[in-house]
Nanobody, 123 residues
Framework: VQLQASGGGLVQAGGSLRLSCAVSERTFSSYYVGWFRQAPGKEREFVAAITLSATSTFYGGFVKGRFTISRDNAKNTVSLQMNSLKPEDTALYHC?????????????????WGQGTLVTVSS
């Protein structure tokens, strides 16, 4: 399973970005997908996750309604719409996938990782 994250860039505080994660797997609909981020000098942090048929979504506590995760199983993609961005959202954002249920907020629960896309929010 290969994951390719894209959509990062430089944006001013208050702006928006839409990240995409393309998954090269025919049985994509069998995988849970999550987004994590890691800022310099900090641990990897859970951002959002979505279940197989998008029936449930989960968000990190800092999101507070600003981000929305979605998936298109026909296109093997998961998107993360990020609005009202803050400088503290600056980080390398990774998407990850796992096949089994259970915990979705821990990075150790995921089996496959993309290389990340950099988001920089200026003040």
């Amino acid at each position: 399973v290969q994951l390719q994250a894209s959509g990062g860039g430089l944006v001013q505080a208050g702006g928006s970005l839409r990240l995409s994660c393309a998954v090269s797997e025919r049985t994509f609909s069998s995988y849970y997908v999550g987004w994590f981020r890691q800022a310099p000098g900090k641990e990897r942090e859970f951002v959002a996750a979505i279940t197989l048929s998008a029936t449930s979504t989960f968000y990190g506590g800092f999101v507070k309604g600003r981000f929305t995760i979605s998936r298109d199983n026909a296109k093997n993609t998961v998107s993360l719409q990020m609005n009202s961005l803050k400088p503290e959202d600056t980080a390398l954002y990774h998407c990850a996938a796992k096949k089994n249920g259970g915990a979705v907020t821990s990075p150790t629960a995921y089996d496959y990782w993309g290389q990340g896309t950099l988001v920089t929010v200026s003040s």
